[in-house]
């Protein structure tokens, strides 16, 4: 079984920076393309980026191009998501999960907010 800890958050005025790290266990992290995603308040879980296991090759959400990074170590069973730039309406919980999301494998989350 696969337990995600997402990690990193906190509070930060806008334009800072924010890195957030997603510790994997249990089965074989470096198989799963894995993606990173985000809920704000009263809206649904939305994605944000993710990182394919074979190449590498990446794709991110329309409203995080430019300003965030997602990579992987796979030596250490960790997917991280560099945040550059931060706006206020990038204020929520984030999330790893593998991509596409597998339902039991969703964890606490890690709140991010970003200060006018």
């Known amino acids: 079984q696969v337990q995600l800890v997402e990690s990193g958050g906190g509070l930060v005025q806008a334009g800072g920076s924010l890195r957030l790290s997603c510790a994997a266990s249990g089965r074989i992290f470096s198989r799963y393309n894995m993606g990173w995603f985000r809920q704000s308040p009263g809206k649904e879980r939305e994605f944000v980026a993710r990182i394919n296991w074979s190449d590498g090759n990446t794709r991110y959400a329309d409203s995080v191009k430019g300003r965030f990074t997602i990579s992987r170590d796979n030596a250490k069973n960790t997917v991280y998501l560099q945040m550059n730039s931060l706006k206020p309406e990038d204020t929520a919980v984030y999330y790893c999960?593998?991509?596409?999301?597998?339902?039991?494998?969703w964890g606490q989350g890690t709140q991010v907010t970003v200060s006018s």
């Open positions: 999960n593998t991509y596409p999301s597998t339902p039991s494998y």
